[in-house]
């Protein structure tokens, strides 16, 4: 695995608009955003290990120096209203599935990343209020290889050979740029194509607890999800769901 490389990961992106910043080690990438003040457009931070690197809902994301990718982008958020945690799923997925040409890619509500129906990267997406400048961070962890992991748990590794590291993340950082100055991705096709259980039974829960099980009928322009029940539809902007045969 080639090393991190700021040169390779900057590639027809315009360096004044970028800070980036490679560690070989750091609490947690998103953290280090949190902590530096930047001056240009946007700040970008890698790393090759986070000795705390966190997951959604107060999870540990584990984060060992095996050529994985761990990088967070900040920018001053003048979006409006747009979900960046599904929009960064979407660039993500369609970056993976370019490069590798396969179709085993897929998006798990909320922004789950899947390879064949195994979960191989996440996404955080975190805002400070500075001032009256909302400054959002977004955090992606993306495995390429994991020493232990749960059976649920997947990786890059059958295309260790085809996708590189400083490539990647070249690409959805462009891609997350072009997204935040352009706003012109169909973003909810693109997601509703990708995800992996539209139209399947899920289970929507909430921290150990199970809501309610229903249909995943889709998702809203704020990012929320739509599940069928009985009688009703029902609308969620939070939880996890779980789907038999994926996880
Ligand atoms: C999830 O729980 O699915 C989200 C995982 C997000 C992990 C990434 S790795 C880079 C950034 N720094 C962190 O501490 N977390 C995010």
């Known amino acids: 695995m080639k090393e991190l490389n700021k040169k390779a990961i900057l590639k027809d992106l315009k360096e004044n608009d970028i800070d980036i910043r490679i560690f070989s080690s750091i609490d947690s990438t998103n953290n280090e955003c949190k902590r530096q003040c930047f001056d240009k457009k946007y700040l970008l931070i890698t790393a090759e290990e986070q000795t705390k690197g966190r997951g959604r809902s107060g999870k540990n994301w584990i ?9 967070s982008f900040a920018f001053n958020n003048n979006l409006k209203n747009s979900p960046i945690s599904l929009i960064t ?5 369609s970056i993976l599935t370019k490069i590798t040409q396969s179709k085993g890619f897929g998006l ?3 922004n789950d990343i ?10 955080l997406v975190e805002n400070e209020i500075q001032g009256n400048k909302i400054k959002t961070i977004i955090g ?9 992991k749960e059976s649920w748990w997947g990786d890059l590794s059958e295309f260790s050979k085809i996708i590189e590291r400083n490539n990647l993340i070249n690409g959805i950082t462009k891609n997350l ?3 935040i100055e352009n706003e012109n991705l169909h973003w909810i096709d693109s997601w509703h194509y990708a995800c992996s259980h539209l139209n399947k039974k899920v289970k929507v829960n909430s921290g150990s607890k199970t809501i309610c099980e229903g249909i995943f009928i889709g998702i809203n322009d704020d990012g929320s999800m739509n599940i069928k029940l009985d009688d009703k539809i029902e609308n969620f902007k939070f939880g996890e769901v779980s789907i038999k045969g994926i996880y």
């Open 114 to 123: 899947l390879l064949k129906n195994k979960k191989i990267g996440g996404i």
């Open 108 to 110: 798990k509500w909320p």
């Open 140 to 148: 992606i962890g993306i495995n390429f290889n994991l020493e232990e």
């Open 177 to 179: 740029i072009d997204y």
């Open 89 to 93: 799923g979407v660039i993500v997925h």
């Open 63 to 71: 984060s060992q120096k095996l050529g994985n990718v761990y990088m």
